[in-house]
């Protein structure tokens, strides 16, 4: 499963529910389909493999990667794919 968004612009006066809904569908995401082994790829460009999301909260995803917890703003992330092949 890929979710994907396209960038929440800062000045959009409704960024921050913006925000908390696409927070909102990644936790639900990892719920349903579990939370190993994601990747995560941010508007940078930047790939992010993940062992475990933790959770989201408010707006940012808490995960592990390479055995380190880390975190990320929800809004730098583009797309989440989930890969229950993976486990």
């Given at each position: ?62 995960l592990i990667v390479q055995g380190l917890s880390t ?17």
């Open positions: 499963m890929k979710l994907e968004w396209d960038p929440i612009d800062a000045t959009d006066t409704l960024w921050w529910s913006k925000t908390l809904a696409k927070g909102l569908e990644i936790q639900k995401a990892i719920e349903s389909s579990g939370r190993n082994f994601p990747v995560l790829t941010t508007y940078d460009g930047e790939t992010i493999f993940a062992s475990t999301i933790l959770r989201v909260e408010d707006s940012t995803v808490f975190h990320v703003p929800v809004r730098k992330i583009a797309s989440v794919t989930l890969d229950a092949t993976a486990i």
